[in-house]
């Protein structure tokens, strides 16, 4: 296998885009349209408990899969998940 099979085949695998990588405007031409993490804290340290949260991230992640997103919502995660998550998201 030359450089050049490598490069076509990276090539294929990847994923065309019309808009930019860092773009404000997300391309929602895409029969997948990735993965949407909601990451909802509702009791904390020396603060009252976020009532009616778990119903907001409830309704998100629903709105967020009717729009074809494959949806993941973690509650009250730790640094730990969230540092976890993200770093295998990229």
Request: aromatic fraction near 20%.
């Given at each position: 296998m030359t450089v050049r099979d490598v490069l076509e085949i990276k090539k294929a695998k990847s994923a065309k885009s019309?808009?930019?990588r860092y773009s404000?405007?997300?391309n929602m031409n895409h029969k997948q349209r990735g993965v949407a993490i909601i990451f909802n804290h509702i009791h904390f340290k020396n603060m009252p408990e976020?009532?009616?949260a778990q119903l907001d991230s409830s309704n998100l992640a629903s709105t967020l899969m009717q729009l074809g997103f494959e949806v993941?919502?973690?509650l009250d995660p730790p640094l730990r998940t969230?540092?976890?998550v993200l770093q295998s998201s990229e």
């Open positions: 019309p808009v930019d404000e405007i997300y976020r009532f009616g993941q919502v973690y969230i540092s976890t």
